[in-house]
């Protein structure tokens, strides 16, 4: 999986009912990879009920995957790549007997490494802000070059280039990617020019 728009949209406790105009504004806006969290209620019918409408070249992937039960669920919701917290090395393995990819959460240098070592196609540096952002990225970065790096957790509008210029292959943004008040108010064509409007920023 390669991330030629570097941000991957997360989504946590939306509703149903507003995942797939949400979801379609997105992709239509230039996003390439959408995350639901597993511990959003419903979050499997929500992949499985929109897996079929997710356009080529796009992914619909499920996030917040702590363990190989949660991994099992999610590849039977049909999530189109996995997104986890923790370094779990079952969820990786199984990731890759199902030739799905996973970004596997890590933060300390041992645990981004064991990651790609056992077989993560990226790293979810998470959570990020906590260690210093886009300084420690830049820090991982000379050790583990060869290592695409997804920076998670305090990453807004006003910092996304700065993790992208000190060397990450993609960021992981929550509501504010989208605008909170557009979502709330259902508001799809809002939606489609706060994503678009981020996306030509990077």
């Not at 992709?27 to 009920?49: H, K, R, S, Y």
């Not at 070249?57 to 702590?66: E, P, S």
């Not at 923790?86 to 007997?97: M, Y």
């Amino acid at each position: 999986m390669k991330l030629e728009v570097p941000v991957i949209g997360i989504l946590r406790g939306i509703d149903a009912a507003d995942f797939g105009p949400l979801m379609q504004a997105s992709f239509a806006a230039g996003l390439q990879a959408l995350e639901v969290t597993m511990n959003t209620a419903g979050a499997e019918d929500i992949i499985a009920g929109n897996r079929d409408s997710v356009p080529p070249g796009k992914y619909l992937g499920m996030g917040t995957l702590r363990n190989l039960t949660e991994a099992q669920r999610g590849y039977e919701a049909g999530a189109m790549f996995f997104v986890t917290p923790n370094v779990d090395l079952e969820v990786i393995r199984f990731a890759g007997t199902k030739n799905i990819p996973v970004i596997a959460g890590g933060l300390t240098p041992t645990e981004v490494y064991t990651a790609w070592r056992e077989g993560a196609d990226m790293v979810k540096v998470f959570p990020c802000r906590s260690l210093g952002g886009p300084q420690y990225i830049r820090e991982l970065r000379g050790p583990f070059d060869h290592i695409p790096l997804v920076a998670v957790g305090g990453v807004s509008a006003e910092n996304a280039r700065d993790y992208l210029d000190a060397g990450a292959a993609g960021v992981g943004m929550g509501l504010s990617l989208f605008g909170k008040e557009a979502v709330a108010a259902k508001d799809w064509d809002a939606v489609y020019r706060n994503v678009e409007r981020f996306i030509q920023l990077l």
